[in-house]
């Protein structure tokens, strides 16, 4: 079992988990931390310690972020030193949300299966005006 906690600017964590659960179903493994105007760099710090130092040290624990040089990926990224279960990937987007909820990735090699994921939703942008105009890299 695995706990996903995405932490975006905004509303956009709790969005993208209301579509998650549109295409699944409700998803108890998923929480969320919107970051705000008023949220100090402390704060959003703090408050992702506090739910890391809540989840046991043997569940691995995604932490999904929305820009990799925003504020959300740095105040996460020193704790990755703390919390050996910890695993941060910035770029979030839809379909590699529903990846990360569907598969096992914590089943084998789970640095490997982030990678892959992480690979296929890189594979899923597409310009489709390419696409309808049958150009071959698209």
């Not at 703090?46 to 504020?71: C, F, N, R, W």
């Not at 839809?94 to 992480?118: H, K, S, T």
């Amino acid at each position: 079992m695995k706990k996903i906690l995405v932490i975006t600017h905004g509303t956009f964590a709790e969005g993208i988990k209301e579509s998650v659960n549109v295409i699944m179903g409700d998803n108890s493994m998923i929480d969320t931390y919107c970051v705000t105007v008023s949220s100090s760099p402390e704060e959003v710090k703090q408050s992702i310690s506090d739910y890391m130092s809540q989840i046991e040290k043997h569940i691995p624990v995604l932490v999904l972020t929305d820009i990799p040089a925003g504020s959300t990926t740095a105040c996460s990224a020193p704790l990755l030193a703390e919390y050996p279960n910890m695993h941060l990937v910035s770029g979030l987007n839809l379909g590699m949300m529903l990846a990360f909820a569907m598969q096992a990735i914590e089943e084998g090699d789970i640095d490997e299966n982030i990678r892959n994921v992480i690979d296929d939703a890189k594979n899923t942008m597409l310009y489709i005006n390419d696409v309808f105009n049958g150009i071959t890299n698209a």
